[in-house]
């Protein structure tokens, strides 16, 4: 059976994360795990205003308890599990160990976008994590949808590790009965190849095609423009989910090095599927 561990730092957005992972536990008929890593810091949740004894109390537990509670009400897995875990010691390292200990196909993050993040451990460390996970990650904010008929954009340039992530894309595509938009992204450049973006991108459509469970479409984008483009050109295609490629690595200065990556995660409105490259 499948296993998604959703990280909680008692923000808003880590709590829906948690609803969010519900509904993909669900759908996909995956064991459920929570994790919270102490810093030290003391939360007070959101959901603990009309709770006053988890208000009083402030103890990591006691609310990870009352989540464990709101979600097994609404679990309906046959013989699946769901349980959390509390560690102690660097938030990145934590969640990425536990991730490879429990040979976790998923984690699901919630995410502060380009602001509100300084008081939690998740946003801050958003893009550390998902460049090291063991596994692919959902980064999700609050009011996203997790809606039944996804549509994953993939996108395909002349990078490797673009075509790299292809297999858990259609992995994640499989499980979630989600249909695929292929997209080579071309730029206005005198120096950039299209003719070999678009021989990638027919190569990931006819990889993709050889799955019979899969619906697959191909498309050229111009993608001069970074992110919000991208975004754009999403919202009209109807996509529900991005995928995107990280490379793993533990310089805590990577995103100065890889900034569409990072703007992305820090922009989107729409859930990302975050895919650490394989080494």
Known sequence: MKRILVPVDFSEDSIFAVDMGLDIANLIKAKLRMMHVRTGLKY????????????????????????????????????????????????????????????????????????????????????????????????????????????????????????RIVPQVAQFARLSNASVLVAGINKKSRWFMSGRVNTYMHQVEKYLKKDPFLNVEAIQVDGSEGPKEMLKYAHEKDVTIIALPVRKTMNPFDSIFHPFANELLNLSDLPLLVVPERE
């Open 44 to 163: 007070h949740p959101q959901f603990a205003k009309n709770n006053p004894d988890l208000a009083l109390k402030d103890m990591d537990v006691d609310f990870m308890s009352y989540l464990m509670k709101r979600v097994r009400d609404n679990y309906v897995v046959e013989n699946g599990q769901i349980d959390f875990k509390i560690r102690e010691g660097n938030v990145v390292r934590e969640i990425t160990n536990q991730a490879h200990y429990d040979d976790s196909d998923l984690i699901v993050i919630g995410t502060h976008g380009v602001s509100g993040f300084e008081d939690r451990w998740l946003g801050s460390n958003a893009y550390r994590l998902v460049a090291n996970a063991p596994c692919p990650v959902l980064a999700v904010r609050k009011e996203m949808v997790f809606k039944e008929n996804q549509k994953i954009l993939l996108p395909i340039d002349t990078e490797k590790v673009s075509r």
